[in-house]
């Protein structure tokens, strides 16, 4: 077996099992994304050959890999969540949670109509409410950038920009 399919197969195992359910993961304490994260960077030491005390880890998950940290795979899904839901391929029920501020009466005079941001309920509680799609969606999407809003990409050009944006943090 050759590097790239053990990398295929391990990113393919691995990142199956971080990203499931992983939206469910938005505004958790930073010790639980921080096990994830080591998860990560085991697997990457598997592709990569190296010990667990080597330098250079982090910018291979990143450089060669392209893995997002957990905390940026989390934030990746629930934009693309909130991005099928505003092209109408998501279920239903979660129309309700993503409203475009220039679509609620009283507010279409707002400059954040005219920046396609999406209304978002008061959070009551502290530690739970804005972990909830209603709250943790909308406020992740109007943290974008204006060229992933507005234009009419396709899920996958979608996908592919909001990557390359998380990217530019690192």
Avoid: E
Avoid at 33 to 53: E, G, H, M, P
């Amino acid at each position: 077996m050759d590097d790239d399919s053990v990398a295929t197969l391990v990113h393919a195992f691995v990142a199956s099992r971080v990203d499931y359910c992983g939206s469910l993961l938005i505004g958790v304490q930073r010790k639980t994304t921080d096990k994830l994260q080591r998860v990560l960077n085991s697997a990457a030491r598997i592709v990569s050959n190296t010990c667990t005390f080597d330098r250079g880890l982090t910018h291979f998950r990143r450089s060669q890999l392209h893995w997002l940290d957990v905390v940026d795979r989390v934030r990746f899904r629930v934009c693309v969540q909130v991005f099928r839901r505003l092209h109408k391929m998501a279920p239903k029920y979660l129309s309700t949670y993503c409203q475009p501020v220039s679509g609620i009466s009283g507010r279409r005079h707002l400059r954040s109509a005219d920046r396609g941001h999406l209304d978002f309920p008061r959070v009551k509680l502290a530690s739970y409410g804005g972990r909830s799609f209603a709250y943790a969606g909308p406020s992740n999407w109007n943290s974008l950038p204006a060229y992933l809003k507005y234009s009419s990409l396709s899920l996958s050009s979608f996908k592919h920009h909001l990557k390359t944006y998380l990217f530019s943090f690192y």
